[in-house]
Protein backbone atom coordinates (compact mmCIF):
# COMPACT_ATOMS: atom_id res chain seq x y z
CA UNK A 1 0.00 0.00 0.00
CA UNK A 2 1.93 3.16 -1.02
CA UNK A 3 1.83 6.24 1.22
CA UNK A 4 2.88 9.71 1.03
CA UNK A 5 5.45 10.19 3.80
CA UNK A 6 4.15 13.29 5.74
CA UNK A 7 6.51 16.41 6.66
CA UNK A 8 7.61 17.84 9.57
CA UNK A 9 7.49 21.44 9.99
CA UNK A 10 10.33 23.11 10.35
CA UNK A 11 12.49 23.28 14.07
CA UNK A 12 9.49 21.10 15.50
CA UNK A 13 10.90 18.91 17.76
CA UNK A 14 11.02 17.93 21.50
CA UNK A 15 14.46 17.68 23.15
CA UNK A 16 16.29 17.95 20.06
CA UNK A 17 14.26 14.86 18.28
CA UNK A 18 11.83 15.41 15.37
CA UNK A 19 8.32 15.34 16.66
CA UNK A 20 6.00 12.64 15.05
CA UNK A 21 2.77 11.40 15.75
CA UNK A 22 2.41 7.53 16.01
CA UNK A 23 1.40 4.92 13.31
CA UNK A 24 -1.74 3.84 13.49
CA UNK A 25 -3.58 0.28 12.81
CA UNK A 26 -6.52 -0.72 10.57
CA UNK A 27 -9.17 -3.39 12.11
CA UNK A 28 -8.75 -7.29 10.83
CA UNK A 29 -11.71 -9.69 10.70
CA UNK A 30 -10.63 -12.56 12.40
CA UNK A 31 -7.21 -14.10 13.56
CA UNK A 32 -4.53 -15.25 10.85
CA UNK A 33 -0.96 -16.85 10.11
CA UNK A 34 1.25 -15.10 7.73
CA UNK A 35 5.61 -15.65 7.10
CA UNK A 36 5.38 -11.99 5.89
CA UNK A 37 4.49 -11.01 9.55
CA UNK A 38 5.28 -10.12 12.68
CA UNK A 39 2.46 -10.66 15.78
CA UNK A 40 2.78 -9.19 19.36
CA UNK A 41 0.02 -8.09 22.29
CA UNK A 42 -1.85 -5.80 21.96
CA UNK A 43 -1.40 -3.48 25.11
CA UNK A 44 -4.37 -2.10 26.50
CA UNK A 45 -2.87 1.17 28.05
CA UNK A 46 -2.10 4.82 26.73
CA UNK A 47 -0.21 4.76 23.81
CA UNK A 48 2.89 6.87 23.85
CA UNK A 49 5.97 8.26 22.30
CA UNK A 50 8.90 8.60 24.65
CA UNK A 51 11.62 11.18 23.58
CA UNK A 52 14.47 10.45 25.49
CA UNK A 53 17.99 12.48 24.84
CA UNK A 54 20.64 13.61 27.44
CA UNK A 55 18.48 16.48 27.92
CA UNK A 56 15.78 14.65 29.77
CA UNK A 57 12.65 12.37 29.15
CA UNK A 58 9.15 13.31 27.64
CA UNK A 59 6.34 11.30 27.36
CA UNK A 60 4.06 12.51 24.39
CA UNK A 61 0.32 10.90 24.31
CA UNK A 62 -1.68 10.23 20.83
CA UNK A 63 -3.35 13.63 21.40
CA UNK A 64 -0.17 15.55 21.79
CA UNK A 65 -0.47 15.42 25.66
CA UNK A 66 2.32 15.15 28.07
CA UNK A 67 2.02 12.34 30.46
CA UNK A 68 5.28 11.99 32.39
CA UNK A 69 3.45 14.31 34.95
CA UNK A 70 0.70 11.76 35.46
CA UNK A 71 3.39 8.95 35.69
CA UNK A 72 6.18 10.22 36.96
CA UNK A 73 7.71 6.48 38.16
CA UNK A 74 8.81 6.60 34.34
CA UNK A 75 10.99 9.28 34.97
CA UNK A 76 13.31 6.41 35.48
CA UNK A 77 13.59 5.52 32.05
CA UNK A 78 15.24 8.24 30.97
CA UNK A 79 19.28 7.43 32.91
CA UNK A 80 18.34 3.67 31.40
CA UNK A 81 19.95 5.05 28.21
CA UNK A 82 21.93 7.69 29.47
CA UNK A 83 23.94 10.02 26.70
CA UNK A 84 21.48 8.13 23.83
CA UNK A 85 19.25 9.94 21.80
CA UNK A 86 16.10 8.01 21.28
CA UNK A 87 12.51 8.05 20.10
CA UNK A 88 10.52 5.06 21.33
CA UNK A 89 7.08 3.88 20.09
CA UNK A 90 4.83 2.41 22.85
CA UNK A 91 2.21 1.68 25.68
CA UNK A 92 1.91 2.88 29.54
CA UNK A 93 0.15 -0.19 30.66
CA UNK A 94 -0.92 -0.74 34.51
CA UNK A 95 -0.17 -4.11 35.83
CA UNK A 96 -2.51 -5.80 38.52
CA UNK A 97 -2.18 -9.56 40.18
CA UNK A 98 0.32 -9.96 36.95
CA UNK A 99 -2.38 -8.82 34.13
CA UNK A 100 -2.74 -5.79 32.53
CA UNK A 101 -5.75 -3.90 34.28
CA UNK A 102 -6.13 -0.87 32.19
CA UNK A 103 -8.62 0.55 35.01
CA UNK A 104 -5.48 0.63 37.32
CA UNK A 105 -3.99 3.20 35.41
CA UNK A 106 -5.76 5.91 37.36
CA UNK A 107 -6.10 4.34 40.69
CA UNK A 108 -2.46 3.62 40.47
CA UNK A 109 -0.49 5.53 38.72
CA UNK A 110 3.11 4.52 40.12
CA UNK A 111 2.47 0.78 39.43
CA UNK A 112 3.06 1.26 35.47
CA UNK A 113 5.23 0.29 32.74
CA UNK A 114 6.17 1.42 29.33
CA UNK A 115 6.00 -1.21 27.17
CA UNK A 116 8.35 -0.41 23.75
CA UNK A 117 7.33 -2.06 21.01
CA UNK A 118 9.32 0.15 18.04
CA UNK A 119 11.81 3.24 18.00
CA UNK A 120 11.85 5.47 15.40
CA UNK A 121 14.73 7.77 15.70
CA UNK A 122 18.30 6.80 16.87
CA UNK A 123 21.43 8.70 17.66
CA UNK A 124 20.50 11.71 15.71
CA UNK A 125 19.37 9.57 13.05
CA UNK A 126 15.29 8.56 11.53
CA UNK A 127 14.90 4.99 11.52
CA UNK A 128 11.43 5.48 9.38
CA UNK A 129 12.77 3.77 6.31
CA UNK A 130 13.87 0.99 7.95
CA UNK A 131 11.76 -2.31 7.51
CA UNK A 132 10.07 -3.25 10.92
CA UNK A 133 11.82 -5.82 11.78
CA UNK A 134 15.31 -3.88 10.85
CA UNK A 135 13.51 -1.33 13.75
CA UNK A 136 12.94 -4.42 15.94
CA UNK A 137 16.50 -5.83 16.48
CA UNK A 138 17.92 -1.91 16.92
CA UNK A 139 15.21 -1.44 19.56
CA UNK A 140 16.01 -4.68 21.33
CA UNK A 141 19.33 -3.03 21.07
CA UNK A 142 19.24 0.36 22.36
CA UNK A 143 19.18 -0.72 25.76
CA UNK A 144 18.97 -3.11 29.04
CA UNK A 145 15.33 -3.40 29.24
CA UNK A 146 13.96 -3.96 32.69
CA UNK A 147 12.29 -1.97 35.81
CA UNK A 148 9.89 0.86 34.81
CA UNK A 149 10.37 -0.34 30.71
CA UNK A 150 10.07 -3.22 29.08
CA UNK A 151 10.45 -4.58 25.81
CA UNK A 152 7.13 -6.25 23.81
CA UNK A 153 8.12 -9.50 22.42
CA UNK A 154 7.26 -10.79 19.08
CA UNK A 155 6.35 -14.20 17.23
CA UNK A 156 6.60 -14.79 13.53
CA UNK A 157 3.75 -16.42 11.59
CA UNK A 158 1.94 -17.60 13.99
CA UNK A 159 -0.84 -15.23 14.75
CA UNK A 160 -3.90 -17.58 15.93
CA UNK A 161 -1.86 -19.20 18.13
CA UNK A 162 -0.91 -16.16 19.89
CA UNK A 163 -4.26 -15.10 19.62
CA UNK A 164 -5.65 -18.06 21.87
CA UNK A 165 -3.24 -17.70 24.26
CA UNK A 166 -4.10 -13.59 24.80
CA UNK A 167 -7.70 -14.47 24.91
CA UNK A 168 -6.80 -17.22 27.38
CA UNK A 169 -4.99 -14.88 29.64
CA UNK A 170 -7.72 -12.04 28.75
CA UNK A 171 -5.36 -9.69 26.90
CA UNK A 172 -7.11 -7.56 24.79
CA UNK A 173 -5.82 -8.88 21.37
CA UNK A 174 -3.17 -9.20 19.08
CA UNK A 175 -1.33 -6.69 16.39
CA UNK A 176 -0.40 -8.22 13.21
CA UNK A 177 2.76 -6.29 11.46
CA UNK A 178 4.21 -6.66 8.31
CA UNK A 179 7.37 -7.53 8.94
CA UNK A 180 8.98 -5.23 5.87
CA UNK A 181 6.64 -2.49 6.72
CA UNK A 182 8.30 1.26 6.96
CA UNK A 183 7.10 3.83 9.37
CA UNK A 184 4.14 6.30 8.70
CA UNK A 185 3.66 8.77 11.56
CA UNK A 186 0.21 9.98 12.03
CA UNK A 187 -1.49 7.69 9.35
CA UNK A 188 -3.68 4.73 9.35
CA UNK A 189 -2.59 1.59 7.45
CA UNK A 190 -3.26 -1.92 6.52
CA UNK A 191 0.48 -2.59 7.40
CA UNK A 192 -0.26 -2.98 10.73
CA UNK A 193 -3.57 -4.85 11.98
CA UNK A 194 -5.76 -5.20 15.47
CA UNK A 195 -7.45 -7.76 16.19
CA UNK A 196 -9.00 -7.87 19.34
CA UNK A 197 -10.47 -9.90 21.65
CA UNK A 198 -14.42 -8.68 22.57
CA UNK A 199 -17.02 -9.73 24.81
CA UNK A 200 -20.58 -10.14 23.89
CA UNK A 201 -23.48 -8.83 25.52
CA UNK A 202 -26.81 -7.73 25.14
CA UNK A 203 -28.58 -4.65 26.68
CA UNK A 204 -31.47 -2.90 27.11
CA UNK A 205 -32.11 0.83 25.40
CA UNK A 206 -33.56 2.67 27.92
CA UNK A 207 -33.17 6.21 26.39
CA UNK A 208 -30.88 7.80 23.83
CA UNK A 209 -28.60 11.15 23.93
CA UNK A 210 -29.21 13.15 20.93
CA UNK A 211 -26.36 14.09 18.88
CA UNK A 212 -25.66 16.68 16.07
CA UNK A 213 -25.97 15.78 12.40
CA UNK A 214 -27.47 12.51 13.16
CA UNK A 215 -30.99 10.98 13.91
CA UNK A 216 -30.05 9.47 17.79
CA UNK A 217 -26.71 10.21 18.69
CA UNK A 218 -26.04 7.52 21.29
CA UNK A 219 -28.02 4.91 22.99
CA UNK A 220 -28.01 4.18 26.64
CA UNK A 221 -27.77 0.42 27.52
CA UNK A 222 -28.73 -1.01 30.26
CA UNK A 223 -28.59 -4.35 31.71
CA UNK A 224 -31.16 -6.17 33.24
CA UNK A 225 -30.99 -6.29 37.21
CA UNK A 226 -33.20 -8.54 39.46
CA UNK A 227 -34.59 -5.14 40.54
CA UNK A 228 -34.91 -3.28 37.31
CA UNK A 229 -32.33 -1.76 35.07
CA UNK A 230 -28.72 -0.94 35.46
CA UNK A 231 -27.40 1.32 33.11
CA UNK A 232 -23.66 0.47 31.84
CA UNK A 233 -23.09 2.92 29.20
CA UNK A 234 -23.70 4.51 26.12
CA UNK A 235 -23.04 2.82 22.26
CA UNK A 236 -22.61 4.98 18.94
CA UNK A 237 -20.12 2.79 17.50
CA UNK A 238 -22.10 0.61 14.93
CA UNK A 239 -25.26 2.90 15.39
CA UNK A 240 -25.65 3.05 11.53
CA UNK A 241 -28.53 5.18 10.27
CA UNK A 242 -30.98 1.92 9.55
CA UNK A 243 -30.92 1.74 12.82
CA UNK A 244 -31.36 5.03 13.71
CA UNK A 245 -34.05 5.43 11.71
CA UNK A 246 -35.65 2.02 12.84
CA UNK A 247 -35.37 2.97 16.71
CA UNK A 248 -36.50 6.28 16.35
CA UNK A 249 -39.87 5.24 14.49
CA UNK A 250 -40.55 2.73 17.28
CA UNK A 251 -38.83 3.46 20.72
CA UNK A 252 -41.37 4.71 23.14
CA UNK A 253 -40.97 8.51 25.27
CA UNK A 254 -41.71 8.27 28.30
CA UNK A 255 -44.01 11.14 29.90
CA UNK A 256 -41.82 12.02 32.46
CA UNK A 257 -38.75 13.84 31.96
CA UNK A 258 -36.76 11.24 33.97
CA UNK A 259 -35.44 7.46 33.74
CA UNK A 260 -37.69 4.46 33.43
CA UNK A 261 -38.56 3.36 36.90
CA UNK A 262 -36.07 0.98 38.35
CA UNK A 263 -33.35 1.92 36.30
CA UNK A 264 -29.95 2.43 38.59
CA UNK A 265 -26.48 3.58 37.74
CA UNK A 266 -26.99 6.88 35.82
CA UNK A 267 -24.90 8.97 34.32
CA UNK A 268 -23.58 12.07 35.38
CA UNK A 269 -26.63 14.83 36.10
CA UNK A 270 -25.31 16.85 33.13
CA UNK A 271 -25.83 13.94 30.87
CA UNK A 272 -29.19 12.88 32.61
CA UNK A 273 -30.92 16.17 31.55
CA UNK A 274 -29.74 15.50 28.26
CA UNK A 275 -30.74 12.03 27.79
CA UNK A 276 -34.48 11.10 26.04
CA UNK A 277 -35.93 8.41 28.29
CA UNK A 278 -37.86 5.79 26.45
CA UNK A 279 -39.55 2.49 27.61
CA UNK A 280 -37.10 -0.52 28.00
CA UNK A 281 -38.72 -2.33 24.65
CA UNK A 282 -35.28 -2.63 22.00
CA UNK A 283 -32.27 -4.85 23.28
CA UNK A 284 -28.86 -4.39 21.54
CA UNK A 285 -26.09 -7.20 21.41
CA UNK A 286 -23.16 -5.10 21.43
CA UNK A 287 -19.09 -5.99 21.24
CA UNK A 288 -17.13 -4.84 24.23
CA UNK A 289 -13.43 -4.90 25.33
CA UNK A 290 -14.40 -5.26 28.65
CA UNK A 291 -16.81 -4.36 31.91
CA UNK A 292 -14.84 -1.52 34.37
CA UNK A 293 -14.81 -2.18 37.93
CA UNK A 294 -17.64 0.59 38.54
CA UNK A 295 -19.63 -1.42 35.56
CA UNK A 296 -19.44 0.32 32.54
CA UNK A 297 -18.97 -0.95 28.78
CA UNK A 298 -15.29 -0.01 27.22
CA UNK A 299 -15.11 0.46 23.39
CA UNK A 300 -18.73 -0.80 22.93
CA UNK A 301 -19.72 -1.38 19.48
CA UNK A 302 -23.54 -2.45 18.27
CA UNK A 303 -23.53 -5.50 16.85
CA UNK A 304 -27.49 -5.81 15.87
CA UNK A 305 -31.04 -4.86 17.64
CA UNK A 306 -33.03 -6.91 19.09
CA UNK A 307 -37.21 -6.80 19.09
CA UNK A 308 -37.63 -7.80 22.33
CA UNK A 309 -39.52 -6.82 25.35
CA UNK A 310 -37.65 -6.35 28.33
CA UNK A 311 -39.75 -7.34 30.63
Not at 49 to 76: E, H, M, T, W
Not at 80 to 107: H, P, Q, W
Not at 128 to 151: F, Q, T
Not at 224 to 249: A, I, P, Q, W
Request: aromatic content about 10%; overall charge neutral; some cysteine.
Amino acid sequence: MKQDRPRLRAGEAILGIPRMSPMLASAAPSPFDGDDWLFELKWDGYRCLAYISPQGLYLDSRNGKPLLPKFPVLSSMAPALRSREVLLDGEIVAMKGGKVDFSYLRTCPDSVLFVAFDVLWLDGGSLLELPLHGRKDALSDCMSWGGSAILSQTVEAEGRALFSWAKEQDMEGVMAKRRDSLYFPGQRTTDWLKLKNLHEGTFWVVGYLPSPGRLLGSLVAAEKVSDGFRVVGRVSSGLNRDYEKLLLESLRPLDSAGPPAGVAALPSKAEVRQIRWVEPFYGVEVDFTEMTPDGRLRHPVLREVVTTHAG
